[in-house]
């Protein structure tokens, strides 16, 4: 019996295609799998770093929106996997209730997270050092990755994952993230009262330094206690979780997850 779809959604500077693995595992565990990308973004690594424009400007909202638009053509609401970025869509989209269940792996805070750990500072300052980001697409240099990304695992793997994956990404989602407590209509706000959602599963790795442990637990507790939020702490794991050389040690803990919830 096939089950529900896992929708993948990736976060910034990271191409969609780098959820391939993610996608043969959960499909060889009998899901379907559906992996899009962020508008703008084109099909492949070369093609957005040859032309990052389209990328540019693009906004929290208009990205859920394009998610929820493709969600709204499943038969049935879908399980949604996101990274980084894409765990603060996850949980945008989960709060809309068009989602049985989510895994928010690492993701950027949601408004009312208020904590900035230096290492997160440190590691969005590329773009928000520069007002003048705010529309444009950035392109990170190996030395910013391998801080705000791969500074969990060797320096040889933190190369290649910067070569296969790294594409330029539009600053507005970090300026909204970053001014999300002075802005009352902030768009990085995810329904957390919302009784109806179905579960949702928050990670932090231990290492991270884009988005460390303490955003993911602090974002937990905004949830409402009457449906399940759990949170799974990665030790020793940095932010390329999810594309690194222990990738699987992550997927294999959502699907038990799902399972234990009967997904």
């Known amino acids: 019996m096939t089950k529900r779809t896992v929708v993948f959604v990736h976060g910034l500077w990271i191409h969609s295609s780098s959820w391939q693995p993610w996608m043969q595992f959960f499909k060889e565990n009998g899901y379907e ?7 703008g973004d084109a099909a492949t690594v070369e093609e957005c770093r040859a032309n990052p424009l389209p990328i540019a400007n693009r906004g ?3 990205i859920a929106d394009s998610y929820a638009t493709i969600i709204a053509t499943l038969p049935e609401p879908p399980i949604i996997i996101g990274h980084s970025f894409g765990g603060l869509l996850t949980q945008i989209l989960l709060g809309r209730g068009i989602a049985a269940a989510g895994i928010a792996i690492d993701p950027a805070p949601i408004k009312g997270v208020w904590q900035l750990p230096f290492s997160a500072l440190k590691a969005s300052l590329p773009v928000l050092g520069n007002p003048f980001n705010l529309k444009k697409a950035i392109s990170l240099t190996f030395d910013q990755f391998r801080y705000g990304f791969a500074n969990a695992v060797p320096e040889e793997e933190a190369k290649e994952l910067y070569k296969l994956w790294t594409i330029p990404a539009p600053g507005r989602p970090l300026f909204q993230a970053a001014f999300a407590t002075v802005n009352p209509n902030a ?4 329904n957390t009262k919302n009784t109806t959602r179905g579960p949702l599963l928050i990670t932090g790795g231990e290492k991270d330094h884009i988005a460390p442990p303490v955003l993911g637990k602090a974002s937990v507790k905004k949830y409402s206690p009457a449906v399940i939020t759990e949170f799974k702490l990665f030790e020793g794991r940095g932010h390329s ?7 699987k040690e992550v997927a294999e803990y ?6 234990k919830n009967g997904l």
Do not use: F, R, Y
């Open 33 to 39: 799998v559906l992996n899009s990308a962020w508008p």
């Open 254 to 259: 959502s699907l038990a997850w799902l399972n």
């Open 187 to 190: 768009e990085t706000k995810a």
């Open 241 to 247: 979780l999810v594309v690194d050389h222990g990738w």
């Open 60 to 62: 929290v909202v208009e």
